[in-house]
């Protein structure tokens, strides 16, 4: 396989929006769904027809909104337009309430290679106060049918909800782990301005609570065989999420749909945000990049390290001052070496809960 390249596929449709949500997604453009979808097939096969082209790609990750809201067969015919190299990793993400075995094995049959279900929660009184509407069962479901066709999933999870306790963010992990996933991330509740969540700050999350949850997560995942990766992020051996790993490495990928970011040779840039707007845009022609960045060298390779250092292979170890690791940092960076007997500095455990405030040391 050669260099990592990615694409990823926007799907901005959702029934309802979760009280925390602040992605780009409607719950009233229905209507769009057949025209948007051909505007991403449309938009894919003009980048790989194109002058520049595009790469073999060595992963695929469809995000929104909701992916399995939308048909499967119109979402395989943008994913067929992706000129995939060999043993490419294609993600989709799931609603369990939308899933069936019968949609995995569509997926399967039309190249899709792994499954992220939004789980957050296997406790009723937590999902409602995150504003979900799945039932837990429906996860049970959507776990049995991934099995049944062969495809290894990831769960997703949030800690932190305004009620949860302790003992029910402990049940989470042990019916999460019951579902015999591949990869799980566990996320801590954050506030993002604009949702409802924002404007009820009875409802936010306390830092100790969540420090203790996370701290949970780590022990009964790594007790399951998972081995954390990134800060948020744990997996078998051989699972983790490759197309993942290219943004945290500073990867380039395509973006495919309205708000999706991309990134290619040095420059980033994002889609107009609309469905609307990227729908007309593609269908006349016109262009739908919305905006676009360059980083100089310098900041590029502070954010990199900022990047590496959230990972399990850290960062060498001279992006700290050695003072600040036998001082300061002293328990929340370790010094590994590799074969090359070349040092990289690694966050332990109670660092990964201070890694922002390590992250403003790095030089």
Known sequence: MGEPFGVYVHVPFCRHRCDYCAFATWTDRGHLVDRYLDACRRQVAEARDSAEGLPPVTSVFVGGGTPTLVPAAQLLAVLAEVPLAAGAEVSVECNPDDVSRELFQAFRDGGVTRLSIGVQSMVPSVLASLGRTHDPTNVERAAEAAHAVGLPFNVDLIYGAAGETFAQWDETLTRALALEPAHVSAYGLTVEAGTPLAAQPERHPDDDDQADKYLLATERLGAAGF???????????GHECRHN????????????????HGHRHGRRYWNVRTPDRFVAGIEVGRPVEA????????????EGLQLALRTAGGVPVEAFDPADLAGPFSGLVEVRRDAEGRGHAVLTVPGRLLANEVALRLR
Not at 227 to 237: G, L, T
């Open 291 to 302: 905006g676009a960045e360059e980083l100089d060298p310098a900041a590029r390779r502070v």
């Open 245 to 260: 790993r290219l943004y945290w490495t500073e990867g380039e990928y395509l973006a495919v749909g309205c708000a999706a």
């Open 227 to 237: 081995e954390w990766y990134e800060i948020s992020n744990w997996a078998k051996p």
